[in-house]
C-alpha cells in the first residue's frame, strides 16, 4: 500500500511542479470554501474520536488538541486563505552574479517533491499540511495518529473530492489509514518515494521517527518552554503572561511548562503567580525557596525541571540572578520558546543572545509560537533543529533550491 502511495505521490509532485500560482491559489480557495461547507461533516466524525479518547481516559489536554468545532474548522479555513494570500516562493531567482568568464549564476526556488507527515492527536495539521505543501508545488503523504483517524480521513476527503472538482490531481494529498507502528516504520524508510519526513507529536513519535527514519527529517520539538520573571520585571505583566502562557491551552508546544523566578522579586512575585495559576487549577512543584514562600508548592524533582507536561502542572525556580536563569533554561529546555519578563534593557538583551532556542520573547507569551501568529498562514511545524528551518516552518521551509547558470558557449579550460 505504501509503495502505491510513493507512486502515486511522485507522479503527483511532477504535475504540481509545474503548476501556476493562479491554479493553486484557486484550488485552495476552494478547499477552504468546501472545509467550511462540510463542517457538520466534519464535526460528526470528529467525535467519533472524541468517544473514543473519553473510553480511553486521554487526558483533558490531549482532547483539546484532538477536538473540532464549528470554530476551529472555520480556522482551518482561514489558516489556508491567508496561505493563499501570501507570496509564492516558487520560481524566485536570487543572487545572480556574473563571473569574470561571462557566466550568470543564480538561485531559483523550487519544490522539494514529495514531504511525508506522521503527527499527532491535532486533526488540523492534514489541513495546514495540504495547504502549505500544495502552494509550494509538493505533494504530501500524511499518517495521522489512530486517535484522530476519523477526524483525518473526513478532512483528506473533503480536500481529495475539491482537487478532483477542480482539475487538480488529488493525490496531491494521501493519507495512510493504516496507523500501525509497524506502517510508520515503513514509511519512515520509503527512500526513492519521499523526499523529506516531518514528526510533528510528542517527545515518543519525534524520537521513533529520528531514530528508525533513514529518509530526511526536519526534527521538530516537544515544548519545555520557560517564562523568567527577572527582578526588573512589571509584576501586573509577569503575572498576564505566565498565566496566558500556561493557561490559554494546555496541550500545545509553546505552553509554559517551567517557570523561573529571580529571588529579589520573588517574595511578591511567587504569590501573585500562585494565585493567578491556583485559580486555574494548576499544580506547582517548586524548589525549596519557592516553597517557602507559598504553602500550595509542592515539592519539584530533578525530573520536573525537564517535563513537558502537557497537563495542568507547572514547575518553579528560584534563582539568584539571570546568569543562573539563563543556565537553567538552556540546561533543560527543548529548544522551542523561552520568555523573559523584564524593563531591563541590557537584561533583555542578554537573554536574547545566550538562550539557546527557536523563539525567544521578551516580555511576550510563549504561545505566540505559531506560523499562523508569525504570518504564515498555517505552519507544517516547529523546527528546533539549526540545519535548513527552525522555528515555525511556513512556505519557504519547505522549499529547496537550485543553481542556474546562463552561459553563451564557455567552456572549461
Not at 13 to 28: R, Y
Not at 56 to 74: F, G, P
Not at 281 to 294: A, H, N, T, V, Y
Request: charged share 25%; net charge negative; proline share 2%.
Amino acid at each position: 500500500m505504501l509503495q502505491l502511495l510513493g507512486k502515486n505521490a511522485k507522479k503527483a509532485a511532477v504535475l504540481l511542479g509545474k503548476a501556476g500560482i493562479e491554479e493553486k491559489n484557486q484550488a485552495l480557495l476552494a478547499v477552504a470554501d468546501a472545509l467550511e461547507a462540510k463542517a457538520e461533516y466534519l464535526i460528526e466524525e470528529n467525535q467519533k474520536d472524541i468517544e473514543h479518547a473519553k473510553q480511553n481516559q486521554m487526558s483533558e489536554a490531549l482532547i483539546d488538541r484532538l477536538a473540532l468545532n464549528e470554530t476551529r474548522v472555520a480556522g482551518m479555513a482561514e489558516g489556508i486563505r491567508q496561505v493563499v494570500s501570501l507570496e509564492d516562493p516558487i520560481g524566485t531567482v536570487s543572487n545572480m552574479k556574473k563571473r569574470p568568464n561571462g557566466l550568470l549564476i543564480g538561485t531559483k526556488r523550487v519544490p522539494i517533491g514529495v514531504i511525508g507527515i506522521i503527527y499527532e492527536s491535532r486533526p488540523n495539521v492534514t489541513a495546514d499540511a495540504f495547504s502549505l505543501t500544495f502552494k509550494t508545488g509538493n505533494a504530501v503523504i500524511l499518517r495521522g495518529g489512530s486517535d484522530a483517524i476519523h477526524s483525518n480521513t473526513a478532512i483528506t476527503n473533503v480536500i481529495r473530492q475539491t482537487l478532483e472538482q477542480c482539475g487538480v490531481t488529488p493525490d496531491a494529498i494521501q493519507l495512510v489509514t493504516d496507523t500501525s507502528r509497524e506502517t510508520a516504520t515503513k514509511m519512515m524508510q520509503m527512500n526513492g518515494y519521499i523526499d523529506v519526513l516531518i514528526p510533528r507529536g510528542g517527545a515518543g513519535l519525534i524520537r521513533s521517527v529520528v531514530q528508525n527514519a533513514t529518509v530526511p527529517v526536519i526534527e521538530t520539538g516537544t515544548g519545555n518552554c520557560h517564562v523568567y520573571v527577572d527582578q526588573y520585571a512589571d509584576l501586573s505583566m509577569a503575572v498576564k503572561i505566565v498565566d496566558n502562557a500556561k493557561t490559554q491551552r494546555l496541550g500545545t508546544c509553546n505552553t509554559c511548562e517551567s517557570l523561573v523566578v529571580h529571588k529579589e522579586i520573588a517574595e511578591k512575585a511567587v504569590p501573585a503567580i500562585v494565585s493567578a495559576l491556583k485559580a486555574k487549577d494548576i499544580e506547582i512543584r517548586g524548589d525549596e525557596r519557592s516553597m517557602q514562600l507559598d504553602s500550595y508548592i509542592i515539592p519539584a524533582t530533578e525530573e520536573d525541571w525537564g517535563t513537558e507536561y502537557l497537563d495542568r502542572i507547572i514547575s518553579l525556580k528560584i534563582v539568584d540572578d539571570i546568569d543562573e536563569a539563563i543556565a537553567h533554561i538552556n540546561r533543560y529546555n527543548t529548544k522551542h520558546s523561552e520568555a523573559i519578563v523584564t524593563q531591563n534593557y541590557h537584561n533583555a538583551q542578554k537573554f536574547l543572545d545566550e538562550i539557546d532556542a527557536a523563539a525567544v520573547y521578551v516580555n511576550a507569551s510563549t504561545r505566540f509560537t505559531d506560523g499562523f501568529e508569525f504570518g504564515f498562514g498555517a505552519e507544517i511545524g516547529i523546527s528546533t533543529q539549526k540545519i535548513h528551518a527552525r522555528g515555525p516552518m511556513g512556505l519557504e521551509a519547505l522549499t529547496t533550491t537550485k543553481y542556474i547558470i546562463y552561459g553563451d558557449g564557455q567552456i572549461r579550460s
